[in-house]
């Protein structure tokens, strides 16, 4: 009755933005969630690739729990511990030389189009401003992040767009190359991208277009708000292709949970910004900072959880393919890197997620025909035997 009570007042008094499911979350500890009626579920979805340390994680928790006794809030008018040590720690462990902080992975987008641009005008060409993203992107729903996302489907009824977006073929270096003009400015893509299906590109891509990049004196933004805080098995994704960006944007896993984003930059692009340029009254609050200083010191403490993560995608690769042995014409193709894997089916998802979510799995479908899974990068074997036992049964009933 409480939860029939709770789901009348969601479409009563809740704006109609999301399609969700009948169920009300009330309670998380690692791997596992429970409903408001006390139903157990195990979280393949991690709150959409946030909740990298698992839920409620002890550390995150009494580190929330220590700053909220000292200080919530201050203005960005003045300085706030927590955001610096949160920074140093970036400085120290990434390309990066300057970090500006924001709430979301679409602020932080915004943040990195706005300090390209603003680099781009003094140091490229006053006529530069254009940026270049893929096809199939995903960068956000904020109105400058939507035009740079490749997809039409999230565009639609929003028009007029923010001008100075291009589109090109993902993994298609001489596509990049036809479409600079003398005022591009920047390149924005995702290292893998997520919402789009899970596609990898071939290895040597992002260094084609790094070289691009260099070439004609243009910005390589990297937007890691899905493949970055170790979710890729590496602290960040393009760790694994050989190359940096100039400036990159963070959110989801950063905050253990708690709504943070960050764009990084290294110091030549970092100095086109001053004073006033940009600014977020809740960037970089304390709060927010204590929990993310927390949870990069347990990401990154002695690699266990990046070692975790990637024996974890070896085995659940493994598992993976038995499936697809067993089900030949259902499953096409496995792909991904670490735990953002993608198992691309022969037909639509949607009624598979809720078969699952019936006996007591979150799972998530993106593209339509793409099982998604981006769970806690704690997560076990058993946690995916279990995955794989209700797979094998719900593909079974539809064979
Ligand atoms: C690559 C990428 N960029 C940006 C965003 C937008 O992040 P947010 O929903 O926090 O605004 C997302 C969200 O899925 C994303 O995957």
Redesign the pocket.
């Known amino acids: 009755m409480e939860v029939k009570k709770l789901l009348d007042e969601s479409s009563l008094y809740i704006m109609n933005t999301y399609k969700r499911f009948p169920i009300v979350l009330r309670k998380g500890r690692g791997m596992k969630v429970w409903g408001a009626d006390g139903k157990e579920y195990l979280d393949f979805v991690g709150g959409?690739?946030v909740n990298i340390l698992g839920h409620c994680h002890p550390r995150v928790v009494v580190a929330i729990q220590k700053q909220a006794q000292r200080l919530l809030h201050v203005s960005n008018f003045y300085h706030i511990g927590p955001q610096i040590r949160l920074a140093k720690l970036f400085v120290q462990h990434t390309f990066a030389d300057k970090v500006f902080f924001c709430n979301?992975?679409?602020?932080?987008?915004e943040a990195a189009i706005k300090l390209a641009r603003k680099y781009a005008k003094a140091n490229i060409g006053p006529e530069c401003f254009e940026i270049i993203t893929a096809e199939n992107?995903?960068?956000?729903?904020?109105l400058a992040?939507l035009t740079a996302t490749g997809q039409k489907k999230f565009q639609k009824g929003f028009e007029p767009l923010v001008p100075g977006f291009k589109h090109v073929l993902f993994n298609d270096a001489d596509a990049l190359r036809r479409t600079i003009t003398k005022e591009t400015c920047a390149i924005m893509l995702?290292p893998i991208q997520?919402?789009g299906g899970v596609i990898v590109p071939h290895k040597h891509y992002l260094a084609e277009v790094r070289k691009i990049c260099d070439e004609h004196n243009l910005l390589l933004i990297l937007?890691?708000?899905?493949?970055g805080m170790g979710r890729t098995g590496k602290f960040f994704a393009h760790e694994h292709f050989g190359i940096t960006p100039d400036i990159m944007?963070v959110?989801?896993g950063l905050g253990g949970g708690v709504p943070i984003?960050a764009m990084l930059a290294t110091d030549k692009v970092a100095s086109a910004f001053h004073p006033g340029d940009h600014a977020s009254t809740f960037g970089g609050n304390p709060l927010v900072c204590a929990a993310a200083v927390a949870t990069i010191e347990t990401l990154l403490e002695d690699g266990f959880v990046l070692d975790q993560c990637n024996r974890m995608s070896e085995y659940f690769v493994e598992k993976l393919g038995n499936l697809r042995e067993k089900f030949p014409p259902l499953i096409a193709d496995i792909r991904g890197l670490g735990l953002l894997l993608g198992v691309e089916l022969t037909r639509e998802c949607a009624a598979i997620v809720k078969e699952c979510l019936e006996m007591g799995m979150l799972i998530n479908c993106t593209a339509e025909k793409v099982l998604r899974f981006i769970p806690p990068l704690i997560i076990q074997k058993k946690d995916i035997d279990q995955l794989m036992d209700v797979l094998d049964n719900v593909f079974g009933k539809l064979m």
């Open positions: 959409i690739a979301s992975g679409a602020e932080a987008v992107s995903f960068h956000g729903r904020t992040a995702e997520a919402e937007d890691e708000v899905q493949t944007t959110a989801k984003g």
